[in-house]
């Protein structure tokens, strides 16, 4: 019995210790190096080379190691009835919240202002620093958004999400379905998105979106890159109807270094860091799966295919 690791991006490693720890009777392989395709019964994947969980005829289970299976499920050649399970928390949601804090912060207390200033020694105050005045909208109210929106709203800001469901998160205004988006957006000065990138959610974040926000607002993008339009983020940072961007996910990853994001003076880009899946934080959670599987029982963070998350 084989658990294939399968990314294009992460060091297979920490896992084959994991695994090896864990499962001593079980062999590992990195793809692409597969051993025996007939023995491989699970597969640990992060945006696995598309084909490469193809043929492989005893496979039981594939296990994201990450929150997002948007890559993992735009691969042809998925098997078709192999269960894809994600992690649940594995702790994403404590730095994705830093990451969205650091963005509220930076907006709303002026800090590119301040950085430029610096650079030609300019002593200028800029008004407007109280919390209560930039209502923050969460878009997603998962397992990650959910615990983001917590966090900020413990920091003094007015805090609304937006799900499908409209679920109740104590402390946070929640807005669900069609029917709730532009309520939730107008209110919103600083929007976070932390979507799953599925079908209904692709392009979400264009022109009609940050049209429906008071002029001046600001967005953070910690998704994914297929959420974005990015010709009508450029359109609308350039007109003023936004005021700023900070944008951890791109469409293409690396993104290209021709990109206008890079150059943007309104873009703040960083290379998909918000929440890195550590090994420490997530092999737990990955065995326990893999245990689960084996004795027959229900693994946690079952995706609903369908539903694309
Ligand atoms: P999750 O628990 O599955 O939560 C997804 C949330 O999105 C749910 O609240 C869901 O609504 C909502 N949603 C889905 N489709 C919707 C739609 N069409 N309209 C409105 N709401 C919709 O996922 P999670 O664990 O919080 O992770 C969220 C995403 O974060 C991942 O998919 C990944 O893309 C991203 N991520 C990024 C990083 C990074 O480093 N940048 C790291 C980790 C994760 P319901 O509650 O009604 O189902
Ligand atoms: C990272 O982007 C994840 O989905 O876990």
């Given at each position: 019995?084989t658990?294939?690791?399968?990314?294009?991006?992460?060091?297979?490693e920490?896992?084959?210790l994991?695994?090896?720890?864990?499962?001593p009777?079980m062999?590992?392989?990195a793809?692409?190096?597969?051993g025996?395709r007939d023995?491989?019964?699970?597969?640990?994947?992060w945006?696995?080379?598309?084909?490469?969980?193809?043929?492989?005829?005893?496979?039981?289970?594939i296990?994201?190691?990450?929150?997002?299976?948007?890559?993992?499920?735009s691969?042809?050649?998925?098997?078709a009835?192999?269960?894809?399970?994600?992690?649940?928390?594995?702790?994403?949601?404590g730095p994705?919240?830093e990451y969205?804090?650091?963005?509220?912060?930076?907006?709303?207390?002026?800090?590119?202002?301040?950085?430029?200033?610096?650079?030609?020694?300019?002593?200028?105050?800029?008004?407007?620093?109280?919390?209560?005045?930039?209502p923050?909208?969460?878009m997603g109210?998962?397992v990650?958004?959910?615990f983001v929106?917590?966090?900020?709203a413990?920091?003094?800001?007015?805090?609304a999400?937006?799900s499908?469901?409209?679920?109740?998160?104590?402390?946070?205004?929640?807005?669900?379905?069609a029917?709730?988006?532009?309520?939730f957006?107008?209110?919103?000065?600083?929007l976070?998105?932390v979507?799953?990138?599925?079908?209904?959610?692709?392009?979400?974040l264009?022109?009609r979106?940050?049209?429906?926000m008071p002029r001046?607002?600001?967005?953070?993008n910690i998704?994914?890159?297929?959420?974005m339009?990015?010709?009508?983020?450029?359109?609308a940072?350039?007109?003023?109807?936004?005021?700023?961007a900070?944008?951890?996910?791109?469409?293409?990853e690396p993104l290209?270094a021709?990109?206008?994001f890079?150059?943007?003076?309104?873009?703040?880009?960083t290379?998909?860091?918000?929440?890195?899946?550590?090994a420490?934080?997530?092999?737990?959670?990955?065995?326990?799966n893999i245990?689960r599987?084996?004795?027959?029982?229900?693994?946690?963070?079952l995706v609903?295919?369908?539903?694309?998350?």
């Amino acid at each position: 019995m084989t658990i294939l690791f399968c990314s294009d991006s992460e060091p297979a490693e920490p896992w084959r210790l994991a695994c090896a720890r864990a499962f001593p009777d079980m062999a590992f392989c990195a793809w692409p190096d597969t051993g025996s395709r007939d023995a491989i019964r699970y597969a640990l994947v992060w945006r696995q080379p598309p084909g490469s969980l193809a043929r492989l005829p005893n496979l039981k289970a594939i296990l994201v190691l990450g929150a997002g299976v948007d890559s993992v499920l735009s691969d042809p050649e998925l098997p078709a009835d192999v269960p894809v399970v994600r992690l649940v928390d594995a702790g994403l949601p404590g730095p994705m919240a830093e990451y969205a804090l650091y963005a509220v912060l930076h907006f709303q207390r002026r800090m590119a202002d301040y950085f430029e200033q610096q650079r030609t020694a300019v002593w200028r105050r800029h008004d407007e620093l109280l919390a209560r005045r930039w209502p923050v909208g969460v878009m997603g109210l998962g397992v990650i958004g959910a615990f983001v929106a917590q966090r900020i709203a413990a920091q003094g800001y007015p805090v609304a999400g937006w799900s499908r469901s409209g679920k109740s998160v104590e402390g946070v205004e929640v807005f669900a379905g069609a029917t709730g988006f532009d309520p939730f957006l107008a209110r919103t000065r600083v929007l976070l998105n932390v979507l799953p990138l599925t079908l209904d959610t692709r392009g979400i974040l264009n022109s009609r979106t940050f049209t429906a926000m008071p002029r001046g607002g600001y967005v953070v993008n910690i998704g994914r890159g297929g959420h974005m339009v990015d010709a009508d983020l450029i359109a609308a940072l350039d007109s003023g109807q936004l005021a700023g961007a900070m944008l951890d996910v791109f469409e293409q990853e690396p993104l290209p270094a021709m990109h206008p994001f890079w150059r943007h003076p309104k873009v703040i880009v960083t290379p998909h860091v918000a929440a890195p899946t550590l090994a420490s934080e997530s092999e737990a959670q990955v065995i326990d799966n893999i245990r689960r599987l084996e004795r027959g029982e229900p693994p946690l963070g079952l995706v609903d295919r369908d539903r694309g998350y």
